[in-house]
């Protein structure tokens, strides 16, 4: 683990990842057959041969692909960071590889680089941009490895050499400046073949930030499993949840099992509360479109993150209140604790707070609320925030706490 998190990842707390290669046009369904599987995967679970599903590429022509306004929109959304599947365990690279000519410029009709479009909007909006690659699972190279099958025939070490390595100088030097690279699932890969990778990568952009799943314990930060997040504070490392909206990365038609915005703006705040970062997954299909539920979800979860940024981001790892509020996360930053209110109420009551409050503000207009603190009758602190009558039937608003301590002082009960 390195402190290269502290110059921004730490700080940025919101991204996006986009999960889109070939997958996207079988959209979770093969040969009249939907995999219940994640829909990024079905090469491997339908075990389709290598030629077929080359073939895809015939028909990957995403007319409405439009790399401007997905950025646009992970910028309304409150994202500060964006990841892009570069080339996911499926193979096929979504960019103009001289390395490799199973890529997208090379193979498909449309035959553009998405990669490219993708960070020249990052750099118009002042997004920082990440590649995911697949460094260690390759279903399309004969020697990379492939979860579920036999490897040990494979010489992989000459897959690193001859496709990983010279596709990762690629990216890393004709494609501006990569503030994050995305290993996933280093399987079998050997300490030393994880740390070729990171000096290689180090060697040409030496700030960009290495995930945990370059394997060995050789990233930057940790990354915990997909939707995974840590039940308490974790603050000995920066970590980050990847997490999806539905439940797979890549399109599927068939996946309308849609989190609420509501629970994904509990399991941000949870993840920036403990101290961590979270990445969330948008799928375009095979148009080159996010799902319209998908945007719906994301506009109301982007309006609560716009409201409250001061609560958001570049605050610290709070820690743990000691009652379970099902109407309410804390963040926190010096002499500032942030109740987020994410059920109705008219009156927000807080036990065995002990700090001293100056005032009480809404987040989202700065408006001051009445505050009283005192002890109750049983010798508890007890803090008491009278809230405007027009709040008393809304959820997902933010009181700002303002105390003489600069940390949050939780009494033991
Ligand atoms: O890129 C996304 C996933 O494709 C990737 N990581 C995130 C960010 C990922 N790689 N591996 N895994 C997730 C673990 C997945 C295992 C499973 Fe399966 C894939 C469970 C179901 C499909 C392998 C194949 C195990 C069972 C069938």
Redesign the pocket.
């Known amino acids: 683990m390195s402190d290269i998190t502290k110059q921004w990842f730490e700080k940025e707390k919101f991204g996006m990842f986009i999960?889109w290669g070939l997958y996207a046009v079988l959209a979770g369904e093969y040969k009249g057959k939907r995999t219940d599987?994640?829909a990024?995967?079905i090469m491997?679970?339908f075990d389709i041969p290598v030629e077929e599903y080359e073939k895809l590429a015939e028909q990957f022509n995403p007319r409405d692909f439009d790399a401007d306004d997905i950025v646009k929109k992970a910028k309304e959304w409150g994202m500060r960071y964006l990841v892009f599947t570069s080339k996911?365990?499926e193979g096929f690279a979504m960019y103009d590889s001289k390395a490799d000519d199973y890529n997208v410029v090379k193979k498909t009709p449309y035959g553009k680089d998405i990669l490219r479009q993708l960070s020249e909007a990052c750099e118009k909006y002042g997004i920082r941009f990440g590649i995911y690659y697949s460094q260690a699972q390759d279903w399309h190279d004969p020697n990379g490895l492939a979860?579920?099958y036999d490897n040990s025939a494979k010489d992989y070490q000459y897959y690193l050499d001859h496709k990983v390595k010279p596709q990762l100088r690629e990216l890393f030097t004709e494609y501006g400046k990569i503030s994050l690279i995305w290993f996933?699932?280093p399987m079998s890969t050997t300490p030393e073949q994880s740390r070729e990778l990171v000096e290689l990568v180090k060697s040409l952009q030496p700030d960009c930030v290495v995930s945990g799943r370059i394997g060995n314990g050789l990233g930057d930060y940790i990354t915990t499993g997909?939707n995974t997040i840590p039940r308490l504070p974790y603050g000995k490392n920066a970590w980050e949840i990847?997490a999806t909206i539905n439940d797979t990365?890549g399109y599927s038609k068939y996946d309308h099992k849609w989190k609420s915005a509501d629970e994904l703006i509990r399991l941000l705040l949870k993840a920036i509360s403990r101290g961590g970062n979270c990445l969330l997954n948008v799928g375009p299909d095979a148009m080159g479109r996010i799902p319209e539920e998908c945007t719906a979800i994301l506009d109301e979860v982007g309006a609560y993150v716009r409201n409250n940024a001061e609560a958001i981001y570049d605050t610290k790892i709070t820690a743990v209140y000691p009652y379970e509020l099902d109407w309410a996360e804390f963040t926190h930053r010096e002499h500032k604790l942030y109740v987020h209110i994410l059920k109705p109420k008219s009156i927000i009551e807080l036990l065995n707070i002990a700090n001293r409050v100056t005032r009480a503000y809404l987040v989202e207009d700065g408006r001051e609320c009445k505050v009283k603190y005192e002890k109750t009758c049983e010798g508890d602190a007890y803090i008491a925030v009278t809230l405007p009558e027009e709040l008393w039937d809304r959820k997902n608003y933010c009181i700002c706490l303002e105390t003489e301590e600069a940390e949050p002082v939780f009494e033991e009960i």
């Open positions: 999960h599987h994640i990024e995967w491997n679970t996911h365990h979860a579920n996933d699932t997909d990847p990365w």
